[in-house]
């Protein structure tokens, strides 16, 4: 039987420790190689910052993670954190 995926929301995506942290979650390491995730990425409302996470997005999606149900990008708390599961 498949788990359900859990939502774990991820301040300052991309930055340095957020960008390394993204593909240790998407690849099971952190919760398990049986534990689905959708990750809500949280990024400053600058456009800069949200370019760039969408360029991490991208690498992300790239790798094609079996265990990546799902990925949002936000400039808001508020949304981010929504539904969430685990936050860092």
Known sequence: MSKK???VAV???AGQIGYALLFRIASGEM???DQPVILQLLEIPDEKAQKA????MMEIDDCAFP???GMEAHSSPETAFEDTDYAL
Do not use: D, E, Y
């Open 5 to 7: 995926p859990v939502r």
């Open 11 to 13: 301040t300052g995506a």
């Open 31 to 33: 919760l398990g190689k």
């Open 53 to 56: 996470l969408k360029g991490v």
């Open 67 to 69: 265990l990546l149900a």
